[in-house]
């Protein structure tokens, strides 16, 4: 099984994954077409392989499947969630303080480093305390 990437780019470029799905063939050398669920029926089931990340069985590895809710345009709402840590970068007289946020319907290992201050004005919610 592998896991499909999910149709956009969102900050810093970095993919996201939803999945896994079955690959049912292998089309050409570099394409698979894989076994979507009824929710992505409008979505074709053909990618090319740099699309795919390889799932690595292991029978102790339990999936929490969460089901997006994907709007029409194949898009879905994302939020942050929380503010895991801190730190303060800097650039020869100057210090950038950044935040590492962690993301709805994402693991932390796909958190990102924001701004501070860009967060703290469209997030304000994080940083009430």
């Known amino acids: ?5 999910l149709f ?14 079955k690959v049912l063939e292998r089309i050409g050398a570099v394409a698979y077409r894989l076994a979507l669920p009824p929710k992505l029926a409008d979505v074709h089931n053909v990618f090319h392989v740099s ?3 390889k799932y ?16 029409e345009d194949m898009s879905y709402e994302e939020f942050s969630v929380m503010i895991i840590a801190r730190e ?4 020869r ?11 709805s319907n994402h693991d932390d290992r ?3 480093r ?3 201050e860009t967060m703290e004005a469209h997030h304000p919610h994080l940083f009430e305390e």
Do not use: C, F
């Open 1 to 5: 099984m592998r896991g499909v990437k």
């Open 110 to 112: 796909e958190a990102t």
């Open 56 to 71: 690595i069985h292991d029978p102790e590895h339990a999936l929490l499947y969460e089901q997006l809710e994907l709007q």
């Open 93 to 103: 007289n100057r210090k950038i303080p950044y935040v590492k946020i962690w993301w």
């Open 88 to 91: 303060v970068r800097k650039l």
């Open 114 to 116: 924001e701004l501070e």
């Open 8 to 21: 956009e780019v969102r900050g810093k470029l970095s993919p996201r994954y939803i999945g896994p799905y």
């Open 51 to 53: 699309n795919l990340r």
